[in-house]
Nanobody, 123 residues
Framework: VQLQASGGGFVQAGGSLRLSCAAS????????MGWFRQVPGKEREFVAS????????LYSDSVKGRFTVSRDNAKSTVYLQMNSLLPEDTAAYYC?????????????????WGQGTQVTVSS
């Protein structure tokens, strides 16, 4: 599977961005998807995950209440709506696929990764 993330950019604190991740796989609807982020010199950090049906979601404490993950199985696309952005949200954001069907936060469970899209939040 190929994952293509887009939607990153530069935004002021308090602003919003929506990330998209398009998958090439015909089995997109069979698996859960996740979003992670990484700052240079730090480990990749879990952000959000969504189950294959789109009804179950999981968030890191740092983004809960501000970010919303969703998916459109007909379009093989997963989204990350980011509101009330903070400077500490600045990172490269990666979408990923796990072969599990329910949301998961462990990066080791994801076997396919997109190329990343940069989000920069200014104070």
């Amino acid at each position: 599977v190929q994952l293509q993330a887009s939607g990153g950019g530069f935004v002021q604190a308090g602003g919003s961005l929506r990330l998209s991740c398009a998958a090439s796989s015909r089995t997109f609807s069979s698996y859960a998807m996740g979003w992670f982020r990484q700052v240079p010199g730090k480990e990749r950090e879990f952000v959000a995950s969504i189950g294959k049906y789109g009804t179950d979601t999981l968030y890191s404490d740092s983004v809960k209440g501000r970010f919303t993950v969703s998916r459109d199985n007909a379009k093989s696309t997963v989204y990350l709506q980011m509101n009330s952005l903070l400077p500490e949200d600045t990172a490269a954001y990666y979408c990923a696929r796990t072969r599990r069907t329910t949301p998961r936060r462990e990066a080791v469970l994801y076997d396919a990764w997109g190329q990343g899209t940069q989000v920069t939040v200014s104070s």
